[in-house]
């Protein structure tokens, strides 16, 4: 499988504070995504990337923001994190198309 | 704008026997259609794919059906076994990957 991790795997925070996590992949994919998972709603593309410094919203990127500086880093940030961002979020890699490689999650609690 | 669906929320099956999990999707347009199986606490883990130009693709114990007349995908999983438990999404391959909100699949001994 990838190898693909995410950080923080557990975080609580506070209405209106910044909040980054961070995905990291060794598998030399060119392809990353970040997914929302809430009850009813199944897995939510919040942005995507397609190289160094390539990246493209998803159906649910207002709110977040992502870079890319490294083809192993791909970070997620909430400029400023509202209760409706309470959600696991979810990493993954595209090893060819079709075939994601997820990372174990990053769930995220705003009070 | 199009989507993934699922028929059903929730699938209770007995071990043993064949499980079939359904999806419909609404765009002619991907080229994949993808099957992913997630525990509890776990990612999402990849099962089995197949292309819009064919109609069937088996795996180890699956069998992925794509029948794009009425836009219909099914996940069949021969001799469910207790592992088997699981929300299963399907996914469509268009440009970026977008997914259904799952089924759960439960399997009784």
């Known amino acids: 499988d990838a190898g693909i991790t995410q950080s923080p795997r557990h975080k609580v925070t506070e209405t209106g504070t910044p909040v980054t996590l961070r995905c990291h992949q060794t598998?030399?994919?060119?392809?990353m995504y970040w997914y929302r998972q809430d009850p009813g709603h199944g897995l939510r593309l919040i942005h995507y990337s397609y190289g160094v410094k390539d990246t493209d919203k998803g159906e649910v990127s207002d709110g977040y923001s992502v870079s890319r500086s490294k083809t192993e880093d791909f970070l997620l940030t909430l400029e400023s994190a509202t209760s409706s961002q309470t959600s696991v979020y979810f990493c993954?890699?595209?090893?060819?198309?079709?075939?994601?490689?997820f990372g174990e999650g990053s769930r995220l609690t705003v009070l | 704008g199009e989507s993934v669906g699922l028929h059903l929320p929730t699938l209770s099956v007995q071990e043993g026997d064949n499980s079939i999990i359904n999806c419909a999707y609404s765009?002619?347009?991907?080229?994949?259609f993808i099957w992913y199986k997630q525990e509890s606490g776990k990612g999402p883990q990849f099962i089995i794919d197949i292309r819009s130009n064919m109609d069937k693709r088996q795996g180890q114990r699956v069998t992925v059906l794509l029948n794009k007349t009425v836009k219909h995908l099914s996940l069949q999983i021969a001799a469910t076994q207790p592992g088997d438990s699981a929300v299963y999404f399907c996914a469509e391959n268009w440009g970026d990957m977008r997914f259904g909100a799952g089924t759960r699949l439960t399997v009784k001994p």
């Open positions: 765009n002619s347009a991907s080229d994949y």
């Open positions: 993954a890699s595209l090893e060819r198309p079709g075939e994601l490689f």
């Open positions: 598998e030399n994919h060119r392809y």
